[in-house]
């Protein structure tokens, strides 16, 4: 593992790791506290600032150029800005079910999914863990466990929740 791929990417790039890493873990911890306490709120606003910064920021890193600036991967960038929206809204109009259910998956979506991609060879984030002569295998094996374990913690909190 080395950071130097990434202390010597773009400002934009690095802006948009921190805030989505911090985003990763800080989500954690938001979908498995008690709901709807001060503390949930508190770390709810910072997690919605963290991954609308995570998506503004990714719209700045173009270096995968297939639709002009951008590549298919920005769309991860739509959809949370639109979930956001979304969760946010149904929140203050207190349907907290379609909150949770907007929150869950862009957790899942944005940050598991979208974080799956960053994993493959010539990606910058797997030459920071990998290295960049390691190949497909240890991106195929961190793939594999990070979605399965997502995946599993997503339908229990949907099991909990329902």
């Given amino acids: 593992m080395s950071l130097v ?7 934009a790039v690095q802006v948009h790791a921190a ?13 498995f506290r008690p709901k709807g306490t001060p503390l949930h709120r508190a770390m709810g606003r910072v997690w919605v600032m963290l991954m ?9 890193i173009n270096e995968i150029r297939l639709i002009g600036p951008f590549s298919p991967i920005h769309i991860f960038s739509v959809i949370t800005f639109v979930g956001l ?12 079910r379609a909150h949770r259910a907007a ?19 010539g990606r910058r984030m797997h030459d920071v863990l990998f290295g960049a002569d390691a190949g497909w295998p240890p991106s195929l094996i961190a793939i594999a466990i990070a979605l399965s374990v997502s995946l599993a913690a997503y339908f229990e ?3 909990r929740t329902a």
């Fill in 5 to 11: 791929p990434l202390l010597n990417a773009p400002v």
């Fill in 19 to 31: 805030a989505a890493l911090a985003a990763l873990l800080l989500g954690a911890l938001v979908l």
């Fill in 52 to 60: 609308f910064v995570a998506a503004a920021s990714s719209l700045f």
């Fill in 85 to 96: 929206a979304q969760g946010l809204t149904a929140i203050r109009r207190g349907n907290v």
């Fill in 103 to 121: 929150m869950q998956s862009l957790y899942f979506f944005s940050l598991i999914i979208a974080g799956a991609f960053t994993l493959l060879p």
């Fill in 157 to 159: 909190l949907r099991r």
